[in-house]
């Protein structure tokens, strides 16, 4: 009996320790965001704000009420960045659903020489790394005049989002049974309307999981967002919560409200949808 309690005091004991190293370092940010500026250069450092203020926050959305005469520049662009991380991020996922179902939907169902190599070369894609090709996008972006638009992150978002996006769609496509397209077909309806009536409702999950992974990735990246954009117009959350730190002076609340803010739309996704996200990545994460 003992020995049973000790072990599981242990395994607690762990999994605290496990929590806390993952979500001990974004509390302190958020915690961050609610002190005044002197409260955080304080040494030793106070774990729990004396006078919390919304100061940080007043200053990102109501400029004229939080700065106080104090103008920082990049701070009043924020909004605007969410603005252009939402529009980016939405859209990625409409077009990844859009591009991604009919390639899973035919990687899993047909059969031809060399499937298996067009398949892992997909996935393969995805292995390349964003500063790898961050030169080609600009020099084709500037030459096409679409340089610092939405669009100039949309069209190297598609490629850098798409291969996982049907990979997960195709392991998910793999363990519907092609019975139930074929009861449709028999039945009077296309492969097309199979499709649309049986196989994408069942792959709710997965295209949930394949959707929270979109909007995550583009809203996140910032590699290709810093070097193909340079003004408001088209800036997003991250390269403007790192535009802060080269205004005036690095203002530490501000700089964690802005963290604060650019990790919400993603946490409440990952938060509100997890279900269906761990049945889609564990369902459609084993097979490919």
Known sequence: MAKIVARKLVLYGALLAIMFFLIGPYLWVMICSVQKEADLISKPPRWIPTEPTLQN?????????????????????????????????????????????????????????????VSLFIIATRMIPSVAVVIPYFIILKTTGLLDTLLALILPYI???????????????????????????????????????????????????????AFMSSWNEFILAFVLTTSENAQTMPVMAAMIINEIYLPFGVLNTAAVLTSIPPAILAVFLQRYLVQGLTRGGVKF
């Open 57 to 117: 926050y007043l200053l990102v959305f109501l400029p004229e009420v939080g700065k106080k005469g104090q103008l920082i520049v990049s701070v009043e662009k924020m909004p605007r960045g969410m603005i252009n991380s939402t529009i980016v991020a939405l859209t990625i996922v409409v077009l990844n659903l859009f591009l991604a179902i009919p390639a899973a939907y035919s990687l899993s169902r047909f059969r031809f020489k060399g499937s298996r190599t």
């Open 159 to 213: 490629p850098y989002t798409l291969p996982f996006t049907i990979w997960i769609l195709h392991g998910y496509f793999v363990t519907i049974s092609p019975d139930l397209e074929e009861a449709a077909m028999i039945d009077g309806c296309s492969r097309l309307g199979a499709i649309i009536r049986i196989m994408i409702p069942v792959a709710v999950p997965g295209l949930v999981a394949a959707a929270i992974y």
